[in-house]
């Protein structure tokens, strides 16, 4: 399996050499295909889509499903490249306002959270801020199925330096590492697998589980929370504006930080919606009747 995924990389990074506008060509490609040969979750993104924008006509959502795949394979091809790009390329691609909201707390000795979603290049937030902005962060994720792509992607998220938490090791590793004043980053907006689990609530006119890790942590540790609200400013360039959420003293009766998340992660999708992850099923569950 070493070899294997030695030999990929070495793939992976020879794709990557390509300048961007052949990269983009080949997301113009893929997204073509996606979208009209396999129609790759197309039910998925259609529904979710008329769920979310009950408002908007047949000829809005269908141009908001069009573009979703188009930024889909710009994200996938962008990934790649984090395999050969420079720091000061990747600089030049991705900003960060405001950050010194965050990096001031940790110069003084506080760790912080921050949460982003799935909009715009999310794999971009996590390497863009640990090459240009501050080394000191940690990077929460799932495990990917594929022991391959696992160790693929880890190599990528981690290619500046980034300290890669897997959900199930998480808290071991917070108190391991509890003295060291850093950003604890993850994406917030996944469902959790069962019905019963996490927190509902109201998102794009749904009934919305989310994860409550980040929340969890903020109370645990007494760590301020931030949102990364990113904008796509053009092909291949983003802006990701650091928002405070919550901090401290917290009342841990209440999911004011998950509701907080929410609230910008809306405004957020609503400003860019094709930039979202809608061929995830986020809803795929309902709303137990206790809940």
């Given at each position: 399996?070493?070899?294997?995924?030695?030999?990929?990389?070495?793939?992976?990074?020879?794709?990557?050499?390509?300048?961007?506008?052949?990269?983009?060509?080949?997301?113009?490609?893929?997204?073509?295909?996606?979208?009209?040969?396999?129609?790759?979750?197309?039910?998925?993104?259609?529904?979710?889509?008329?769920?979310?924008?009950?408002?908007?006509?047949?000829?809005?959502?269908?141009?908001?499903?069009?573009?979703?795949?188009?930024?889909?394979?710009?994200?996938?091809?962008?990934?790649?490249?984090?395999?050969?790009?420079?720091?000061?390329?990747?600089?030049?691609?991705?900003?960060?306002?405001?950050?010194?909201?965050?990096?001031?707390?940790?110069?003084?000795?506080?760790?912080?959270?921050?949460?982003?979603?799935?909009?715009?290049?999310?794999?971009?937030?996590?390497?863009?801020?640990?090459?240009?902005?501050?080394?000191?962060?940690?990077?929460?994720?799932?495990r990917v199925r594929s022991d391959f792509f696992?160790?693929?992607?880890?190599?990528?998220?981690?290619?500046?330096?980034?300290?890669?938490?897997?959900?199930?090791?998480?808290?071991?590793?917070?108190?391991?590492?509890?003295?060291?004043?850093?950003?604890?980053?993850?994406?917030?907006?996944?469902?959790?697998?069962?019905?019963?689990?996490?927190?509902?609530?109201?998102?794009?006119?749904?009934?919305?589980?989310?994860?409550?890790?980040?929340?969890?942590?903020?109370?645990?540790?007494?760590?301020?929370?931030?949102?990364?609200?990113?904008?796509?400013?053009?092909?291949?360039?983003?802006?990701?504006?650091?928002?405070?959420?919550?901090?401290?003293?917290?009342?841990?009766?209440?999911?004011?930080?998950?509701?907080?998340?929410?609230?910008?992660?809306?405004?957020?999708?609503?400003?860019?919606?094709?930039?979202?992850?809608w061929s995830h099923k986020r809803w795929k569950?309902?709303?137990?009747?206790e809940a």
């Amino acid at each position: 399996m070493h070899n294997v995924t030695k030999a990929y990389m070495f793939f992976i990074r020879i794709v990557s050499l390509l300048p961007f506008f052949l990269l983009y060509l080949i997301a113009d490609l893929l997204a073509f295909i996606a979208s009209d040969v396999i129609r790759y979750r197309s039910k998925i993104v259609y529904k979710n889509l008329k769920k979310a924008f009950p408002e908007k006509s047949e000829v809005e959502i269908k141009k908001i499903k069009r573009d979703f795949y188009r930024n889909f394979m710009d994200t996938i091809v962008e990934t790649l490249k984090l395999a050969s790009i420079s720091s000061a390329e990747l600089d030049k691609r991705i900003k960060f306002e405001d950050a010194h909201l965050m990096t001031d707390l940790i110069g003084q000795g506080q760790s912080v959270v921050l949460t982003t979603s799935h909009l715009g290049n999310w794999e971009w937030q996590l390497t863009g801020f640990t090459a240009n902005v501050s080394p000191h962060a940690d990077g929460i994720y799932m495990r990917v199925r594929s022991d391959f792509f696992d160790q693929v992607m880890r190599k990528l998220r981690g290619k500046f330096g980034a300290y890669l938490i897997e959900k199930h090791d998480l808290m071991r590793e917070l108190i391991k590492k509890k003295n060291i004043p850093r950003v604890i980053a993850l994406v917030a907006d996944q469902r959790p697998k069962r019905a019963q689990l996490g927190y509902w609530t109201t998102l794009l006119n749904q009934d919305t589980q989310m994860f409550e890790g980040a929340e969890k942590i903020a109370y645990k540790f007494d760590y301020p929370v931030f949102y990364s609200h990113i904008k796509r400013v053009k092909r291949g360039h983003y802006v990701c504006k650091i928002i405070p959420l919550a901090a401290p003293p917290y009342d841990q009766k209440k999911h004011a930080i998950i509701d907080a998340f929410v609230t910008h992660l809306e405004a957020n999708i609503q400003e860019s919606p094709s930039d979202w992850l809608w061929s995830h099923k986020r809803w795929k569950h309902s709303r137990p009747a206790e809940a």
